[in-house]
């Protein structure tokens, strides 16, 4: 059967708080004819993520383009060839591309990568966040054996990988911080964390002295705030810390009332701290290393995928409403 219209999900109208339903509309468009070098994908999954909250807003510090009223919304995605004439590419690949928020995508050939059939047990651990998460652990953080580890937003997509990935680096110990007890049982019964911190449920800082009485040697840091300055607070000497997300400012409601994080940079020079930013687009090189671990950790059961799955384009707007309000544990992936 001929299919001649697919749905998109477009941007409706900037946000002055919080992600709600009605910031999007779902339109019906017709599916377009690939012409010579272009690729016409049939989207399977998409994931959503914290950033694109922050790229709803006109104007954003991240270094990526804003979403443009009444046009689609973009975003990790992958699909099946359609048609792609004249390139390289056949009716059938699997393909991973940033177009995501539609059920169809056209695209020139060089925007859509071609994944090796076969190699995730579950197509959609393609669009795991692990890239990052093992960027900030082995590269950013320096993650060595027998190193008390911290990573703040320990249940996001991101952080529900990391603690895994400093595992497999010889963490010996690895505490998580999250915002609900219900989460933080989660993350130590199924993830290996040892303990947790609970944002709202005392001082940070007084939290993460109990959980590592001996300090912390690496941070992998998601949220910035208090939270990042705890864990410098409690850092020891040598310590590396990367900086990895900035959910403290990129969720706030009002930016104006975002989380600033002050530090003593004297104290950070007396002990010798590393204090790194480090962001995916600069190791791009590390989504290939990924893909063959966590393909191989899936199936020996050494790594696990946590991630809640909505079904259908008109679920995006929940998917990433509930992503924001913290309803999840782990990425949040929209089959389509």
């Not at 443009?68 to 390139?87: D, M, R, S, W, Y």
């Not at 950070?268 to 962001?279: E, K, M, P, Q, V």
């Amino acid at each position: 059967m001929t299919i001649h219209t697919y749905r998109e999900v477009r941007l409706a109208a900037r946000p002055e708080g919080p992600v709600e339903d009605d910031l999007f509309e779902i339109a019906e468009v017709p599916v377009p004819e690939p012409e010579p070098g272009q690729v016409l994908v049939r989207n399977t999954h998409m994931s959503v993520a914290a950033v694109m909250r922050t790229l709803m807003d006109e104007n954003t510090d991240v270094p990526m383009d804003s979403f443009e009223l009444g046009a689609p919304l973009g975003g990790p995605a992958i699909g099946e060839v359609v048609a792609a004439p004249g390139t390289e590419l056949t009716p059938g690949d699997l393909v991973e591309h940033r177009l995501g928020w539609r059920e169809y995508a056209l695209l020139d050939a060089g925007q859509a990568h071609r994944l090796e059939p076969g190699l995730m047990p579950d197509p959609a651990a393609y669009l795991s966040q692990g890239p990052t998460a093992l960027m900030g652990i082995e590269r950013g953080a320096e993650v060595r054996s027998g190193d008390t580890v911290f990573v703040t937003g320990a249940a996001g997509g991101v952080g529900s990988l990391a603690g895994q990935i400093a595992r497999q680096f010889g963490a010996a110990r690895v505490i998580g911080s999250t915002g609900s007890r219900a989460k933080a049982d989660r993350l130590i019964g199924e993830l290996g964390y040892d303990a947790v911190v609970i944002r709202g449920a005392g001082p940070v800082e007084d939290q993460l002295r109990e959980a590592a009485p001996d300090g912390v040697d690496a941070v992998f840091d998601n949220v910035g705030g208090e939270q990042l300055t705890a864990a410098i607070a409690v850092a020891n000497a040598g310590a590396r810390i990367a900086i990895v997300g900035a959910l403290a400012s990129q969720l706030a409601t009002d930016p104006t009332k975002a989380a600033k994080t002050e530090i003593d940079t004297l104290s950070l020079l007396s002990r010798n701290i590393t204090l790194r930013g480090i962001a995916l687009y600069s190791h791009l090189d590390l989504i290939p290393q990924w893909n063959r671990r966590f393909a191989e950790g899936l199936r020996t059961g050494t790594l696990s995928f946590p991630h809640a799955r909505l079904r259908g384009i008109e679920q995006a707007p929940q998917a990433l409403r509930e992503l924001t309000e913290g309803r999840h544990l782990g990425a949040v992936i929209v089959e389509l």
